[in-house]
């Protein structure tokens, strides 16, 4: 099991309500963890989507090449020098 500083007051907790409510230790953890709604989150800012770690912009139909690419990093290195 690993360490963890709430470990010890999370198993008393869990341990006071299981006798309160006549549950087992294990049926009031699975009772938290359905019942928890975890924090609404802010949709990312103007036209950013969000996919998986990252923010993106939508593609807006244009093709990308690898010359245009190369120059967009080689304009961000001379920028930043």
């Given at each position: ?12 907790s ?5 006798r ?14 359905r ?44 920028e930043?020098?």
């Open positions: 099991m690993p360490n963890s500083t709430f470990a010890p007051a999370t198993r008393t869990a341990r006071d309500l299981a309160a409510t006549g549950m087992t230790a294990t049926q009031v953890i699975e009772e938290a963890l019942a928890y709604a975890p924090p609404p989150t802010e949709p990312p800012p103007g036209r950013l989507i969000e996919r998986g770690g990252l923010l993106i912009m939508p593609a807006s139909g244009e093709r990308v090449t690898l010359a245009h690419t190369n120059a967009s990093i080689d304009a961000a290195r001379t930043r020098g």
